[in-house]
């Protein structure tokens, strides 16, 4: 089956970190844009960030700039998030999501079923 | 950076037609695509590039996108259909991703 599962989350206190980790399978990882979407509890979505085919271009949401890491391994077929300098305000379901390839638009078009991130003291 | 407004909700009877708008400057130049979420999962494409719909997704979804609203439509509404819709773009201006906050169907 093709899809996306993501692992990493758990708990941690402000200003600490954690790393993301988004394993694909049954498709060609490597031909596809990837990008991480969060959700806070009771809120809706929000894109944090993106990473092209080959990793040579990366795209970020201001609010995690300078905080966050995207980064893939084709070889391993995972993509990854490092976050640093975690904030209360980070707390979310983090999706991973394949971009679409129909067209030359930007869509989602694979998801994964998310990893609780929750930063508390 | 690029703003969409969608309504907080929406409620329809079972049977009639749902209109979820979608408001953005000049949307009408952008291709919009809509998701559904219902509790607990993630999100699934219903609608990209302003009305075309993935396979598998019923007939019942459509799309239009003109000016500064994009509109899903959801005709002949089933009890099924009670999900959370977002609406979303690509701003090319800084090549970010943008999700509407958002819309709580009711049905």
């Known amino acids: 089956e093709v899809q996306l599962v993501e692992s990493g989350g758990g708990l941690v206190q402000p200003g600490g970190s954690l790393r993301l980790s988004c394993e694909a399978s049954r498709f060609t990882f490597s031909s596809y844009w990837m990008s991480w979407v969060r959700q806070a509890p009771g809120k809706g979505l929000e894109w944090v960030a993106n990473?092209?085919?080959?990793?040579?271009?990366?795209h970020y949401v201001d609010s995690v700039r300078g905080r966050f890491t995207i980064s893939r391994d084709n070889a391993k077929n995972s993509l990854y998030l490092q976050m640093n300098s975690l904030r209360v305000e980070d707390t979310a379901v983090y999706y991973c999501a394949r971009r679409g390839l129909r067209g030359s638009g930007w869509y989602f078009d694979l998801w994964g079923r998310g990893t609780l991130v929750s930063v508390s003291s | 950076s690029y703003v969409l407004t969608q309504p907080p909700s929406v409620s329809v009877a079972p049977g009639q037609t749902a209109r979820i708008t979608c408001g953005g400057n000049?949307?009408?130049?952008?291709?919009v695509y809509w998701y559904q979420q219902k509790p607990g999962q993630a999100p699934v494409v219903v609608i990209y590039y302003d009305s075309d719909r993935p396979s598998g997704i019923p007939e019942r979804f459509s799309g239009s996108n003109s000016g500064n609203t994009a509109t899903l439509i959801i005709s002949r509404v089933e009890a099924g259909d009670e999900a959370d819709y977002y609406c979303?773009?690509?701003?090319?201006?800084?090549?970010?991703?943008?999700f509407g906050g958002g819309t709580k169907l009711t049905v």
């Open positions: 979303q773009v690509w701003d090319s201006s800084n090549d970010h991703v943008v």
């Open positions: 990473i092209k085919q080959d990793g040579s271009e990366r």
């Open positions: 000049n949307i009408g130049s952008k291709s």
